[in-house]
């Protein structure tokens, strides 16, 4: 017989229909329900995980990828390919353009400032490496940096480098990069006019600039040291845009002079003086 209610009569059930037997022996107790437990699961297992940083980015792969496009273009000195393959970019600009980040083109950094396009970067650090005081030491030597922006260059000049002074006019900017480069000793950062370079710390074996005026300041070619190169964008003989411009300090029999060069055609943002 049935323990069912008759067809059409189903529920409600009388309480004896409840439930199934008894087993002997078995406990009245029953474990009290815990529905917050596979929360608490879900976030222990959570709290174990090291979550990604960099919006996926932060990969060997991604740089790795962009040197060899930069390899492939022309860029062929392997100490700044693995500089450029070591320092993580997108750590130096803004989330929103982070994926961006490994183009080979230059982002904006805020202020009316950007940070150089990699390829023009590892151009400019190819050539001071090819100077033959460089060549004679293995690096840079102690390099003078005159616009710090985000602090990108700087971190990859210190990749090729026994010391960096990097210097910045604009307040905003210095305080970003002294975040970006915590933890670095031999990067020193100065809030100051680029203009002047930075005399309590010369000579320098190398200056590099990351903005372009008409000329070269007298400033920059007082502290570069004998054997020394400078590496500065300016604004090409034409008056029409801009060129890389290359100065060497030589001493031999002949005294001490500069000798300047040009190279290919290059956009950064205008040199100016004075701090804000």
Do not use: N
């Amino acid at each position: 017989m049935s323990d069912l209610p008759p067809r059409g009569k189903r529920f409600p059930l009388s309480l004896d229909q409840l439930g199934a037997p008894k087993a002997a022996g078995a406990s009245d107790a029953r474990e009290p329900l815990k529905p917050q437990r596979h929360w608490q699961q879900a976030a222990a297992i959570k709290a174990r995980q090291v979550p990604p940083s960099g919006l996926g980015l932060d990969s060997v792969g991604v740089r790795q990828r962009m040197v060899q496009r930069l390899r492939r273009d022309g860029l062929s000195d392997e100490r700044v390919l693995q500089a450029l393959a070591t320092v993580p970019r997108h750590a130096f600009v803004d989330t929103a353009l982070a994926t961006q980040a490994y183009e080979d083109t230059s982002l904006p950094i805020g202020h009316g400032q950007t940070i150089s396009k990699p390829s023009v970067v590892g151009r400019m650090m190819a050539l001071m490496l090819a100077a033959p005081g460089a060549q004679q030491r293995g690096d840079l030597g102690k390099v003078l940096e005159i616009g710090t922006g985000c602090g990108y260059q700087a971190a990859l000049l210190m990749q090729v480098a026994r010391q960096v002074v990097s210097i910045e006019r604009l307040r905003p900017l210095h305080d970003k990069a002294r975040t970006h480069l915590a933890g670095h000793p031999q990067i020193r950062l100065v809030y100051g006019d680029g203009m002047l370079g930075h005399p309590a710390a010369a000579p320098y074996d190398s200056i590099i600039a990351a903005a372009g005026g008409d000329d070269i300041p007298p400033a920059w070619l007082d502290q570069l040291a004998p054997g020394g190169r400078l590496v500065a964008p300016m604004t090409a003989p034409s008056g029409r845009g801009q060129v890389l411009v290359l100065i060497d300090h030589v001493c031999d029999a002949q005294g001490s002079r500069f000798v300047r060069s040009l190279h290919e055609a290059v956009l950064f943002v205008p040199l100016k003086s004075g701090v804000m």
